[in-house]
C-alpha cells in the first residue's frame, strides 16, 4: 500500500490542474541559450503554448526564476535548450538536473557536438555520446544539404511516435545506448549514418581506430539513436535530443522533397507529448483483494483461501484532460510474493467493466507476510508498480476439521471408558453399604 | 537427661505447639516479605521497567493476551516478527507465564483494581518467589522438619542464583517455573510417601502448568522416573510408588500433550521416553507383585523370569525399530550440548552464541550460592544417612543438577532449589545438635534464627563494619566446622538424642559462628543481588567523577526514535539480540529476533552484515529491509556490542554460505581480530564495520580516534557508505541506525550515482573513453 | 486381570502354574477386588483394540488416537492404584490412605484425565 501511496499521490495532486494538458502540470521553464533566438523556435513553442502550457524563459545563467524554491517544484516541466553552454547557474548543474526528476518534473535535454556539462549528465542516463566534435554524417540519399543535415524516417508502429511522420531533418550528435531497460530510442539514426568529425570523411580513421580499440564497435548504423526517451523509476521522464536545430522553424519549413513537408512538426508534437507526460501515462487507481464471494477487504488471509485480487487501471487522455478507465492491457501480471513469487498469473481485464482487472487464485499452503505484486513496466508507458501486504496465517486452532470419520474407534474407546468409569462408579457406591455391612459383619464376628 | 540450659517448664505442650506454629507463619511471612523486597533493587534504582531481550517479548504477548483474549493469544499469528515469514506465536510459545499474567490482570480488573499490566508484568516474578519459598518450605518439611523447612525457605528466598532470573522485571519464564519446580517436586514426595493418587492428579497438574510455563520441564520429565527407577533397583518397589507414578505419568502426559508446543512430543522424542519406559517398567514389576501374592515363590519365578526377559526384549527391539522408523525423533542438538560441551560451537552456532548457554565458571558458584554451596555436600551426605525414599531423590537431583549446572551458565537455575535445601537440612541439624537438649523445642529454637536471617535482610545495612569482620572471621573456618559437625553427629544415628555436647562455651561458640555464617550470607546476598542482578540491560548505570549515578539511555532513545520517525511497517534489521526489543519498545517489524527458530533466516542477516554493501544491498531489499539498527560501544567502552558479536554473524552465515563468507577473512594474518588500520579489508568492507564506525574519527576533531572497547586506534580516514544513509545515532553512539536507500531512479547502481551527486567524476567504466577527438 | 495371564508365560512355563495362579486369584480375591478387575480387563481389551486399530489401519487423527489410548491407559492404572489401596493386603503400606479417601482419590484423578481426554479427542 506504501508503494501505492507514494505512485498515487502526486499524481492526484497534479491531475487537479484540470485545464492541463499534460498529467502532471502546465508550467515549462525553458533554459533558453540567449545565442539561440527565440523566434527561431517560435512554432515549436507556439504549438505548446497552443497546447495549454504556460511558457517561462530564462537564460541558462540567470538565476531566477527559481526552479525550486524552498524544496518545492515551482515548474512541472523543463526544457534545456542549452546546447553550447558551458557554464550554468547553480540550479541547473547536473546534479540538480537529476534532483529534479525525483520530484518527478519532466526534462526536454538538448545536446550538441561539443563538450558541455550535460555531456556528462548524459552518460548518468546511459547515454554513449561519441567524441566531441563528432555529428552525425549522412551522405544518403543523396541531396543538396551538407551532410550533417540528414532526413531521417521516424519509426513505424511506435507507441510514442505517430505511424506515417514525413521524414524530419536531424543535425546533431547521435546516442549510443547503454544496456539500461529505461532508455527509450524515439528516433534512430539511418543505416547509413555515422558520427564524424564534420569537415572531412578523413577523421573517420580515427574513430574507426578508437572504435576497434575499446571494441565498441563504429559509431555507424540504425543502432544509434538520435532522440532518447528515459523514463526513471519514478516515472519522471527526460528526453535527450541530438540536436535542437530539429525543433526550429527553420527545420520545420524545410521541404523534405519537393512539396512534402517535413515531419519535424508533428515529430515535436509526438516528442513533448510523451516527455510531458500527456500520452502513454497510465495509472493505478486503486487495488483491492478479498476472499472470494466477500466483498471486505480481508486484512488477514488463511492458507489456501481462495482470494480475488483487481485492480482499477485507468489513461489519462490529453483531449480531455482528464483520466479514462483503460482495458488494454492484455499481458500484466500478479505475483504474491514472500521473497520469491509463490504464485504469478496473468492479471487480465476484465470484459464488461472497463479499467478492472481481476485474478482469482488460491493462496498457498505456506505462512508468512505476502505481498501483492503489480509490477507492469513497457517501454515508453508509464511503470505500474503495486504492493500490497497481507499476512497469510495457519488455520485458527478450530479451524481445522474435526471428527474425522477414520477416528470412531478412538471416539468410540473414550466415551465407552467414559460410560465404563460411570457404570463402575455407580456399582461402586451401589456396593459399598453391602461391602459395609459385610466389613461390619466381619467385625463384629 | 541433663538440659545445657534451663528450659521454662511450664509451658503445656498445647501452647508450645501454637506457638511454634505461629512463629512458623510469622516467619513465612517474613521470608516472603525479604523474597520480594531483595527483588525490589532494579525498580528503586532504576524504574519499573522490562529487564534484557525476552521478557520484552514476553510483556508484548502478554499485552496481546490481556488486550484481546485468550483466543486471540492462542492464534495469534506475529507477522511483524521473522518478517516476512511470520510466527506462529500461539505454537511457539510456552502461555503459562502469560497466561498467568493474564489471569491476574483479569482478577484485579474484576475487582475493580485498575493495574497497568506492565506493572504485574514486572512484579510477578518477586511475586511467584515468595511462592518458591513457601513451596521449598513444604518440600524441605518432608525431607527433615519444619524447621529445615523455613532455613531452606530463607535460603532460596535471598540466594543471588535464583534471585539472578527473578528480580523485578525479569519477566521470564524461569519466574514462575521455579516455584513450580519446587511444588511438583513437593507434590511428587508427598504422592509418594502417601501413596494417594489424590497428590499423584496434583503432581500431574502442576506439571501441566510447568510445561505450559517453561522448556525446562524436561527436567522433571526425567527426574522424576529417573528416580522411580532408583527406586525400583534398590528393591524399594511398593504400591505406593506405583500409583503416584501411574497416576501422574497417565495424566501428566495427556495434559502435558494440550500445549500445542509440545504436541506430541511426549510419544515422540527420546527425551520423554524414559519417563515411558519407566512406566511400562513400574506395570510389568505391580503385575509381578500381584501374581507373587497369588501362587507359590517357585512356579512364580519361572513365570517371572520368562516374561520378564520377553518383555524387556520386546520393549527394547519396538523402542529401536521406532527410532530407527523415524517414529521417535533422536535427541535434538541441545540435548546433545548437555553432554558435549563443544557439541554446540561445533554444529550449532547459534546455540553456542548464547552467552548463557556457556559452561559455569568456577567463581560464579560462590557468587551465586555463597556459604550455601560448601554446606551442600554435608545435606546430601546427611540425606545418606537416613535414606529414605525422598531422601533418594534429593541425592538424585543434586548430582544431575550439579552437573547441568556445570555445563550451562543458565542451569545454575535448577540447581539453587537443590543447594537450598540440601544445605538447610545441614545447617539445621547443626543447629539442632547445638541448640537444643530437648526434642520438643527443635522447631521452635530453630524458627527464631530463621526468622532472625529475614529480619536481617532489611537491618543489614544497618549492621556496623565490626560485626561484619567478626562474621567474617567466623565464616573462615566454616568447612572445618561443618565437617566436625558431621562426624559428631554421624554416630548418633536415629536413636535416642544423646548428642554428647556439654557445656554452653561450646554451643555459644558454634551457635554464635553459624549466626555469623547466616549474617554473612545475606549481607552477601543483598550486595550481589544489588550490584550484579538488578540491572535492566535496557537502561545502563555508569557513575560520574563526582560519585552519582549517570543514566545511559541509548536503547530506549533509539527505539522510541524508530518509533515516533518511521513508517509503522518499515522493517529494522538488526543481530537477532534486539530482535524482541525492538518489536517491543520500537513497534515495527523485524527480521530475526531472539527465538531463534530459523538458522537460515538468521545468517542471512549475518551474511548481510559481514558482506560488503554491494552484496547485502540485494539481500536487503529482496526482505524489504527499510533500516538496519547496529550497537556500537566504541564510545563509551560498552562491551557487549555487535563488533564484539560479530565473529558469531560470520560463524553463523558461514554455517550456510561456506562459500561466500570465510571466517579466517576476518582476521589479520597474524591472526588478530582488529578494527584498527591493520584490519584486513573484508573485515573493512564488511557492512558491520562500516556501520560501526561509520564517521566515527570525525568525532575526534582530527585527533586520533581510538576504540574503548577495543582499545585500538580508528583509521583516520573512516568508511564511507553509497548504499546506506545514516539516520539516527544516539547520544553515546551505543544504537546507530541507517536507512536503506532506494534503487536509484535513474537505475544505475548507487555507488555510481553517489559518486556522481558527490561531484565526481565518472571514472572509465563507460565503454568509449573520453577522448578528444583527433583532428 | 485373569484373561491376561495367558499370553507371555504361556510359552515357558506351561499349564500347572497357570492352573494354580487362577486357582489361588478365585479363592482369595474378594468380590470387590474382582469388580475392580472386570473393569481394568474391560479397559485393557479396549486399549487393544485401538493400538491394532492404529497401527494396522490409520493413525491419521494421531490426538484422537492418543486421546482414547491414553483416556484406557489412564483409567486402567488409576483403577490399578484404586485396587492397590482398597487391598486389605496392602493395609500397613497405605497408612495413610483409607479405602474411602481412595475412592475419592480415584474419582477425582479420573475425572481430571477425562477431562483432559475430551479436550485432546477432537
Request: aromatic share 12%; hydrophobic share 45%.
Amino acid at each position: 500500500m506504501r508503494f501505492l501511496r507514494t505512485l498515487l499521490f502526486p499524481l492526484l495532486a497534479l491531475t487537479s490542474f484540470a485545464l492541463a494538458r499534460s498529467s502532471t502540470g502546465d508550467s515549462v521553464l525553458v533554459l533558453l541559450d540567449p545565442s539561440l533566438k527565440k523566434e527561431n523556435y517560435s512554432i515549436f513553442f507556439g504549438d505548446l503554448e497552443k497546447k495549454g502550457y504556460k511558457l517561462t524563459f530564462r537564460s541558462p545563467k540567470d538565476t531566477t526564476p527559481e526552479i525550486i524554491k524552498d524544496d518545492v517544484a515551482q515548474f512541472a516541466h523543463v526544457v534545456v535548450f542549452a546546447p553550447e553552454t558551458k557554464t550554468f547557474a547553480a540550479d541547473v548543474t547536473p546534479q540538480s538536473l537529476v534532483s529534479l526528476l525525483s520530484k518527478n518534473m519532466n526534462l526536454l535535454l538538448a545536446l550538441s557536438p561539443k563538450q558541455t556539462p550535460l555531456t556528462s549528465l548524459a552518460s548518468e542516463f546511459s547515454l554513449i555520446l561519441p567524441p566531441p566534435g563528432t555529428p552525425l554524417i549522412s551522405h544518403f540519399p543523396k541531396r543538396d544539404t551538407p551532410a550533417t543535415l540528414i532526413p531521417v524516417q521516424p519509426p513505424r508502429a511506435h507507441h510514442v511516435i505517430s505511424d506515417n511522420l514525413a521524414p524530419v531533418w536531424f543535425s546533431g550528435v547521435p546516442q549510443s545506448l547503454g544496456h539500461n531497460p529505461m532508455l527509450i530510442p524515439l528516433l534512430n539514426a539511418p543505416p547509413q549514418a555515422f558520427a564524424s568529425d564534420a569537415d572531412s570523411d578523413s577523421g573517420a580513421d580515427a574513430l574507426v581506430e578508437a572504435a576497434e580499440k575499446s571494441g565498441e564497435g563504429l559509431w555507424a548504423g540504425s543502432s544509434l539513436s538520435l532522440v532518447t526517451g528515459f523514463q526513471t523509476l519514478s516515472n519522471a521522464r527526460a528526453t535527450w535530443v541530438g540536436g535542437v536545430e530539429m525543433f526550429s522553424d527553420e527545420y520545420i519549413n524545410k521541404e523534405i522533397s519537393k512539396g512534402v513537408k517535413s515531419g519535424n512538426r508533428d515529430f515535436a508534437r509526438d516528442v513533448t507529448a510523451w516527455t510531458f507526460q500527456e500520452s502513454n501515462v497510465l495509472r493505478i487507481d486503486s487495488v483491492e483483494h478479498n476472499l472470494v464471494n466477500e466483498t471486505l477487504p480481508g486484512e488477514t488471509y488463511t492458507i489456501n483461501d481462495q482470494v480475488t485480487f483487481t485492480a482499477f487501471i485507468s489513461k489519462y487522455d490529453p483531449e480531455i484532460g482528464w483520466w479514462r478507465a483503460y482495458s488494454d492491457i492484455d499481458d500484466m501480471q500478479l505475483e504474491f510474493t514472500m521473497l520469491d513469487p509463490h504464485i504469478r498469473t496473468s492479471l487480465p481485464p476484465v470484459e464488461g467493466e472497463p479499467g478492472m482487472y481481476a485474478v482469482t487464485f488460491r493462496v498457498p499452503d505456506r505462512h508468512g507476510v505476502f505481498k501483492f505484486n503489480v509490477d507492469y513496466k513497457r517501454k515508453g508507458w508509464t511503470y505500474l508498480t503495486s504492493t500490497s501486504m497481507v499476512p497469510v496465517v495457519p488455520p485458527q486452532h478450530d479451524g481445522y476439521p474435526r471428527f474425522l470419520s477414520a477416528a470412531w474407534p478412538y471416539y468410540a474407546g473414550a466415551f465407552s471408558t467414559s460410560a465404563a468409569f460411570i457404570l463402575f462408579v455407580a456399582l461402586w457406591l451401589a456396593g459399598d453399604d453391602r461391602e459395609l455391612k459385610k466389613n461390619k459383619g466381619a467385625k463384629a464376628e | 537427661m541433663p538440659l545445657a540450659y534451663s528450659l521454662p517448664s511450664n509451658l503445656s505442650p498445647a501452647t508450645v505447639t501454637n506457638t511454634s506454629s505461629l512463629l512458623r507463619i510469622i516467619s513465612l511471612a517474613l521470608i516472603s516479605g525479604a523474597a520480594i523486597a531483595s527483588r525490589l533493587f532494579a525498580v528503586i534504582n532504576f524504574e519499573s521497567i522490562i529487564h534484557e531481550f525476552d521478557p520484552w517479548f514476553n510483556y508484548r504477548a502478554t499485552r496481546v493476551l490481556a488486550e484481546k483474549g485468550f483466543y486471540a493469544f492462542w492464534n495469534w499469528f506475529d507477522h511483524t516478527a521473522w518478517y516476512p515469514l511470520g510466527r506462529v506465536v500461539g505454537g511457539t510459545i510456552y502461555p503459562g507465564l502469560m497466561a498467568t499474567s493474564g489471569v491476574i490482570y483479569n482478577v484485579l480488573h474484576a475487582l475493580n483494581l485498575p493495574v497497568d499490566i506492565r506493572n504485574i508484568c514486572v512484579l510477578l516474578a518477586p511475586g511467584f518467589s515468595a511462592l518458591t519459598a513457601w513451596s521449598t518450605y513444604m518440600f524441605t518439611k518432608e525431607m527433615k522438619d519444619e524447621s529445615a523447612g523455613l532455613l531452606a525457605a530463607a535460603f532460596i528466598g535471598i540466594a543471588p542464583g535464583y534471585i539472578s532470573r527473578s528480580v523485578a522485571g525479569s519477566y521470564d519464564n524461569e519466574a514462575i517455573a521455579i516455584f513450580l519446580l519446587m511444588f511438583t517436586f513437593y507434590s511428587w514426595i508427598k504422592a509418594l510417601k502417601t501413596g494417594s493418587a489424590f497428590f499423584g492428579t496434583l503432581t500431574a497438574l502442576f506439571y501441566f502448568y510447568m510445561v505450559a510455563a517453561w522448556g525446562g520441564y524436561a527436567f522433571i520429565t526425567n527426574m522424576i522416573p529417573l528416580h522411580a527407577l532408583t527406586l525400583i533397583l534398590m528393591g524399594r518397589f511398593s504400591s505406593r510408588l506405583y500409583v503416584a507414578y501411574s497416576s501422574w505419568y497417565a495424566i501428566g502426559t495427556l495434559a502435558s500433550m494440550q500445549v500445542p508446543f509440545v504436541g506430541f512430543q511426549p510419544v515422540r522424542t527420546s527425551e520423554h521416553m524414559a519417563a515411558l519406559g519407566v512406566f511400562g517398567l513400574l506395570q510389568i514389576v505391580a503385575f509381578a507383585e500381584l501374581v507373587r501374592a497369588h501362587v507359590s515363590s517357585k512356579q512364580f519365578q519361572s513365570i517371572l523370569f520368562g516374561s520378564v526377559i520377553g518383555i524387556g526384549l520386546l520393549g527394547a527391539l519396538a523402542f529401536g525399530g521406532l527410532t530407527y522408523k523415524g517414529w521417535i525423533a533422536p535427541w535434538t542438538g541441545r540435548f546433545y550440548s548437555l553432554w558435549d560441551t563443544g557439541y554446540a560451537k561445533k554444529y550449532i552456532p547459534i546455540i553456542a552464541s548464547v552467552s548463557e548457554h556457556q559452561p559455569t565458571a568456577w567463581p560464579s558458584f560462590f557468587m551465586d550460592l555463597q556459604f550455601l554451596i560448601f554446606l551442600f555436600p554435608a545435606g546430601v551426605v546427611l540425606c545418606f544417612r537416613e535414606l529414605r525414599d525422598e531422601h533418594v531423590f534429593v541425592i538424585i537431583y543434586a548430582v544431575v543438577a550439579s552437573y547441568f549446572a556445570g555445563v550451562m551458565v543458565r542451569l545454575m537455575l535448577t540447581l539453587t532449589p537443590v543447594v537450598c535445601v540440601a544445605a538447610a537440612v545441614a545447617f539445621s541439624s547443626l543447629l539442632d545438635t547445638y541448640i537444643d537438649p530437648v526434642e520438643p523445642e527443635a522447631s521452635d529454637a530453630a524458627a527464631s534464627p530463621a526468622e532472625g536471617t529475614s529480619a536481617a535482610g532489611a537491618a543489614a545495612a544497618a549492621s556496623d563494619a565490626g560485626s561484619s569482620k567478626k562474621a567474617k572471621k567466623a565464616a573462615a573456618p566454616d568447612p572445618g566446622v561443618a565437617s566436625g559437625i558431621l562426624a559428631a553427629v554421624a554416630p548418633s544415628g536415629s536413636g535416642p538424642k544423646s548428642r554428647g555436647i556439654f557445656g554452653l562455651d561450646t554451643r555459644g561458640l558454634v551457635v554464635f559462628n553459624a549466626l555469623g555464617m547466616l549474617l554473612f550470607f545475606v549481607l552477601h546476598c543483598t550486595y550481589v543481588t544489588s550490584s550484579a542482578y538488578s540491572s535492566p540491560s535496557v537502561v545502563l548505570a555508569s557513575t560520574n567523577p563526582d560519585g552519582s549515578q549517570h543514566i545511559i539511555d541509548d536503547f530506549r532513545e533509539a527505539y522510541y526514535w524508530l518509533r515516533q520517525n518511521t513508517p509503522e511497517d518499515a522493517v529494522v534489521m538488526s543481530w537477532w539480540d534486539y530482535g524482541y526489543q525492538i518489536a517491543g519498545m520500537a513497534d515495527r517489524p523485524t527480521l530475526v529476533d531472539n527465538n531463534t527458530w530459523n538458522n537460515t533466516h538468521i545468517a542471512t542477516v549475518g551474511k548481510a552484515m559481514s558482506s560488503s554493501e554491494e552484496v547485502a544491498y540485494p539481500i536487503l531489499r529482496k526482505h524489504d529491509v527499510d533500516y538496519v539498527l547496529v550497537i556500537f560501544g566504541g564510545l563509551i567502552g560498552y562491551s557487549g556490542d555487535d563488533i564484539n558479536k560479530f565473529l558469531w554473524m560470520v560463524r553463523i552465515a558461514q554455517g550456510v554460505w561456506p562459500e561466500e563468507i570465510q571466517e579466517p577473512n576476518y582476521f589479520t594474518p597474524k591472526g588478530e581480530y582488529r578494527i584498527d588500520d591493520a584490519a584486513p579489508a573484508t573485515m573493512k568492507n564488511s557492512l558491520m564495520y562500516k556501520m560501526s564506525y561509520y564517521r566515527f574519527a570525525e568525532l575526534f576533531g582530527g585527533n586520533q580516534a581510538v576504540d574503548r572497547v577495543r582499545g585500538q586506534q580508528v583509521p583516520k580516514t573512516g568508511p564511507t557508505l553509497d548504499y546506506l544513509d545514516e539516520a539516527f545515532t544516539s547520544e553515546n553512539w551505543i544504537v546507530r541506525i541507517y536507512q536503506v536507500k532506494k534503487e536509484d531512479p535513474l537505475g544505475r547502481d548507487l555507488k555510481a550515482a553517489n559518486a556522481f551527486a558527490n561531484g565526481k567524476k565518472r571514472k572509465k567504466s563507460k565503454p568509449l573513453s573520453r577522448r578528444r577527438a583527433v583532428a | 486381570m485373569p484373561a491376561t495371564k495367558t499370553a507371555p508365560p504361556a510359552k515357558k512355563a506351561g499349564s500347572s502354574p497357570l492352573l494354580s495362579l487362577w486357582k489361588a486369584y478365585n479363592e482369595t480375591t474378594s468380590t470387590r477386588l474382582k469388580t475392580i478387575d472386570s473393569f481394568l480387563v474391560f479397559l485393557m481389551l479396549s486399549g487393544i483394540v485401538q493400538f491394532l486399530y492404529c497401527i494396522l489401519i490409520t493413525n491419521f487423527p494421531f490426538n484422537a488416537f492418543l486421546a482414547g489410548f491414553a483416556s484406557c491407559v489412564g483409567q486402567f492404572v488409576l483403577t490399578a492404584s484404586l485396587r492397590a489401596q482398597v487391598n486389605p493386603a496392602n493395609r500397613n503400606e497405605f497408612k495413610e490412605v483409607s479405602p474411602e479417601r481412595a475412592f475419592a482419590d480415584f474419582a477425582l484423578g479420573s475425572i481430571v484425565l477425562h477431562f483432559f481426554v475430551y479436550n485432546f479427542l477432537g
